[in-house]
């Protein structure tokens, strides 16, 4: 058993995707299915692993929903048979477009919580996306019309930086009432100035509907103000506890670390519980606690101790978005 409590973000299809987000920065990593075979090592290694009461596993792409309900329905029942009164809490991370009403009476079944992937208005989603806004939209429906506890996740890129207003009225609108915004980086990335002007117009605009809607940017930043943990591993002093299993098995630390310096090993060569010691992990945590100076000496260091190490500029080790979160972090004030 681990020392220490993890989660695990499962790729079943990898990088596959029925969609063609420009900026997407997982197109290029492996594609592939996973196998029932894999889905049970992984589900076993996992629960044996992790020492809490409640555990998190994330399903994430690409987009998921390619592997197909049966494929789910199994996860759950095996997670079911070795819990052994644990909780286990299910994310599913989708870009809506393949959600029914199965699907959606599965998910509110299993008390699976869902990221929906709606970057505002139909221009500005599609034009970023490929398409898929009335499908995701007509998901949100289904998924509030059962109940299925749901989170809006936005992406922020050139395709709507400049509507702020109008991307939260719109997924707002729309019946949301848990959003969260997730700056683009390369290959579509915006700079710290766009993201810290569109971020404070959020809260600008979302000081109207306090205690109605609520903005996981937001929260987090007031948990640092009332000396409470971050909830997001990029505002905690350490991370290196979320790992990834791909479709084949291999297991690295990171999301945005599926590389070969990242790569820990592979589930059926290694046990999961061994690999939560590996020293490309450790180093994961320890280049997050490592700050610059001017980090260690700025006002905003405790809202977000050097945001992602792995999205810190070589030459000065802050974060490409420093002056972005300085701006937000600074209109609480």
């Not at 297991?251 to 670390?257: F, G, I, T």
């Amino acid at each position: 058993m681990a020392a220490r409590p993890f989660s695990v973000m499962l790729k079943p299809v990898g990088a596959s995707c029925n969609l063609a987000c420009g900026y997407c920065y997982y197109r290029d990593k492996p594609t592939g299915w996973m196998t029932e075979a894999t889905l049970d090592l992984a589900t076993r290694q996992v629960l044996e692993a992790h020492p809490g009461r409640e555990l998190e596993m994330g399903w994430h792409g690409g987009e998921p929903t390619l592997r197909g309900l049966p494929f789910y329905r199994r996860a759950v029942a095996m997670q079911m048979r070795l819990a052994r009164g644990r909780r286990v809490r299910n994310v599913l991370q989708t870009n809506g477009t393949r959600i029914d009403a199965e699907w959606a009476a599965f998910l509110a079944q299993a008390q699976f919580l869902v990221g929906l992937s709606i970057d505002g208005p139909p221009a500005l989603h599609d034009a970023a996306r490929g398409g898929g806004h009335p499908e995701a939209v007509a998901a949100l429906r289904l998924l509030r019309r059962y109940q299925v506890d749901t989170n809006v996740l936005c992406v922020v890129g050139p395709h709507n930086v400049d509507a702020p207003v109008a991307v939260y009225e719109h997924l707002v609108g729309l019946g949301a009432v848990a959003l969260q915004f997730i700056p683009a980086h390369a290959p579509a990335s915006i700079d710290a100035h766009e993201y810290g002007r569109f971020m404070v117009a959020i809260l600008d605009r979302w000081r109207r509907d306090i205690g109605r809607v609520f903005v996981q940017d937001i929260e987090v930043a007031l948990q640092s103000r009332l000396g409470l943990p971050a909830s997001r591993c990029i505002n905690r002093e350490r991370c290196g506890d979320q790992l990834v299993i791909e479709a084949d098995g291999t297991v690295y630390a990171c999301d945005h670390a599926v590389d070969e310096a990242h790569r820990l090993g592979r589930l059926g060569d290694d046990r999961l519980v061994d690999l939560l010691d590996h020293p490309a992990l450790r180093a994961l945590g320890d280049d997050k606690a490592r700050l610059a100076t001017a980090c260690r000496r700025c006002r905003f260091v405790a809202s977000c101790h050097g945001a992602c190490p792995l999205r810190r500029e070589t030459a000065t080790g802050v974060a490409a978005l420093c002056k972005g979160y300085r701006a937000f972090y600074g209109a609480f004030s």
